[in-house]
């Protein structure tokens, strides 16, 4: 699909529709076909993302990495699914937080309150989506250092990263 990019361009009203309405498999290629497509796509990437119920939300996700800034509108979404309780789209939203490092007033205390609540494996996906922020992770120093003290040696070495990266 990455290969068609562009030139999917006269087809994102037939892919908008089957990420829209089809079933979750053929939803989730044409949300994939999407993200690839380029910057006309991105206004119904946005959309899909958005309206979390349509069957194709979760995998145009991954389309909003290739807008950087214009992914901006998807922010408070993404945040949602941080906070939604369903594990994969929350670990595919910090990680979607963490690649576009957009918003860090809004996004790093959602990443923050994932150090504080969440299950060792979510944690470790927020220290590094907190790195990735750089110094406008500061606010959250004082949970990953926490988190470097910790028993489980994968959470503490990314929290040790991630530390490392906002106090460069």
Known sequence: MQILGPRLTPFIPELATI?????KHAASF?????????PDAWPTILSLVTN????????AMEGLVSMGPQ????IPTLIQRVESGNARQARRAVWILGALHLEPQESVPALRRI???Q???L???AAYALAEFGSNAAPALPDLRRLQEGSDRSLASAASNAVRAISR
Do not use: F, I, K, Y
């Open 30 to 38: 044409a949300a994939q076909a999407l993200s690839t497509a380029g």
């Open 123 to 125: 944690q470790r996906v």
């Open 52 to 59: 979390t119920h349509l069957p194709g939300s979760e995998a």
């Open 115 to 117: 150090l504080v609540q």
């Open 71 to 74: 992914a901006r509108p998807a």
């Open 119 to 121: 299950q060792w494996d």
């Open 19 to 23: 990420a829209a309405t089809g079933q």
